[in-house]
């Protein structure tokens, strides 16, 4: 089993930038790490993954070339980097991990979350 805590959300004004943060309470290396999110009313959407080794990314359309995902296995630490936030980035934000080192896109396939970092944009 793995805790999962997220860190680094809050505040920001619409074209500033954060960086989450996913401290794994043991090694992750080799597990695929995805970013979810929920806004308000609406369902827990994919974010960002990251394969096991860290060569394969993948990014929802809605943040694209706005985000970047990365990991420090040595730190059992994934982060997500975000720029150009816009309001409807407003979410929790949450870290997960899944037990194969394939990415995925469904929130299914993930094994263990942490309890989610609010990350609020305003306008």
């Known amino acids: 089993q793995v805790q999962l805590v997220e860190s680094g959300g809050g505040l920001v004004q619409a074209g500033g930038s954060l960086r989450l943060s996913c401290a794994a309470s043991?090694?992750?290396?080799?597990?695929?790490m995805g970013w979810f999110r929920q806004a308000p009313g609406k369902e827990r959407e994919f974010v960002a993954g990251i394969s096991g080794g860290g060569g394969f990314k993948t990014y929802a359309d809605s943040v694209k070339g706005r985000s970047t995902i990365s990991r420090d296995n040595a730190k059992n630490t994934v982060y997500l980097q975000m720029n150009s936030l816009k309001p409807e980035d407003t979410a929790i934000y949450y870290c997960?991990?899944?037990?194969?080192?394939?990415?995925?896109?469904?929130?299914?396939?993930?094994?263990?979350w942490g309890p989610g970092a609010q990350v609020t944009v305003s306008s």
């Open positions: 043991r090694r992750i290396f080799g597990s695929a």
């Open positions: 997960a991990s899944d037990s194969r080192s394939v990415v995925s896109t469904s929130e299914h396939d993930y094994d263990y």
